[in-house]
């Protein structure tokens, strides 16, 4: 839609990445708004654009009239996209149960993966916040937890993905980049740089991650996020 | 889709009941499969339907070519649903902006609310699973934790969602029933029981809840797992 101003409200270090991503993959005209945290959180000003107060924001406007619509939410947006700006199918699928499958990772990357992630994450918080001898206990309990649940859910999420991009010919669907690669990296990345995951456990998720990071549209990106003086 | 046949593989105390709601909401025939937790966890004959053990599981069989579909991930799940099989517009909405703003709910549920809703209960689990004085050296690193982010966030979501709720005449989206009320209703249902938010504090949105409790969609669904020994 030509007939649409695009904007992104980015955030430094934050998933608002995966969009830019989205919208340099699909050679969209978009103009990045950019906010930077404070103490760690994102400031206030985001909430003049909407209540929620999180990027990624996407604000679209009608040329025409003016009306503005504020997609929030990185699945939703993605869903969006592709819906209304991607009519040559460079993300999308041509074959319905392919498109099918690409929706359905667009909630699998926040309803399965990240839980247990974000489990992990605030475990590893939670001993690196404590000094000793405090964190002798911390450990034991925060071990007990991840035992649990998270510990085991984490392998069983990649086990499945490493056995997924096997399956599909080193991508998610199809053999080919798709939207649900771009909004899949971004929890795996974190799990590989936290190391709950490593590459020797799971190569071929590894493989994959480095190979989609080695298209243009990702290198687009990186450049535009550095000229905001965001490190990567 | 009458040439279907639809099978829920449905596990006891999990969101799977929403997707059960959902298709007695639509006045869908359907077979519910059962499974009960071994030690909190879901069963590994889970694993059998679909490789990530998780419930619910939809399965859609085609009548005629006996093909079958296995769709997992409650959002996805719902989108399909609302797609394929709510041709009335029952749970939908006909003005494509309203019917917008329910996929933007079917993707918040994961992404928005429950993080912050699931690192409170971890905080709440850590601070439970250790006895004094560790719990004492517990407590104050998790309230550390959750008041740098979590609780923050919690009151975010809430101060969203009360304030649509009475923007949009008690439900919301468009003032009636949608899939929206259905999926976002379990991890809100979750916050008032758990302690992190009060009906004092949002008292709209308490209000929202016990009103869909109110239909009859709910009561059946909620006989139904009763015959399978569920308590609610």
Redesign the interface.
């Known amino acids: 839609m030509s007939n649409s101003i695009i904007r992104v409200h980015w955030l430094n270090q934050s998933r608002a990445f995966r969009v830019l991503w989205l919208l340099d993959a699909l050679k969209l005209d978009f103009e990045i708004i950019p906010y930077k945290r404070v103490d760690?959180?994102a400031p206030d000003s985001l909430k003049k654009i909407h209540?929620?107060?999180?990027s990624p924001i996407v604000e679209i406007e009608d040329k025409s009239t003016g009306k503005k619509k504020m997609?929030?939410?990185?699945?939703?947006i993605f869903?969006?996209m592709l819906q209304n700006f991607d009519h040559d199918n460079v993300l999308n699928n041509t074959d319905p149960d392919m498109a099918?499958k690409i929706?359905?990772y667009?909630?699998?990357a926040?309803?399965?993966i990240?839980?247990p992630l974000?489990?992990e994450y605030?475990y590893q918080?939670?001993e690196k916040?404590?000094s000793f001898p405090?964190s002798y206990?911390?450990q034991?309990?925060?071990n007990?937890?991840s035992e649990?649940?998270s510990r085991g859910e984490v392998k069983?999420?990649f086990?499945?993905l490493e056995?997924e991009i096997v399956k599909n010919k080193g991508y998610l669907v199809d053999g080919k980049l798709s939207a649900a690669d771009i909004l899949v990296s971004f929890p795996v990345e974190m799990a590989f740089l936290r190391g709950f995951v490593t590459s020797e456990i799971y190569p071929n998720t590894k493989k994959w991650l480095d190979t989609i990071k080695t298209t243009d549209s990702y290198a687009i990106t990186k450049e535009k996020v550095k000229a905001f003086g965001e490190e990567m």
Do not use: C, T, W
């Open positions: 760690g959180r209540p929620l107060g999180r997609l929030i939410e990185s699945g939703y869903q969006y099918e929706q359905f667009l909630h699998f926040e309803g399965s990240q839980p974000l489990m605030i918080l939670a916040s404590s405090i206990f911390v034991s309990v925060v007990k937890l649990a649940y069983n999420q086990d499945f056995s």
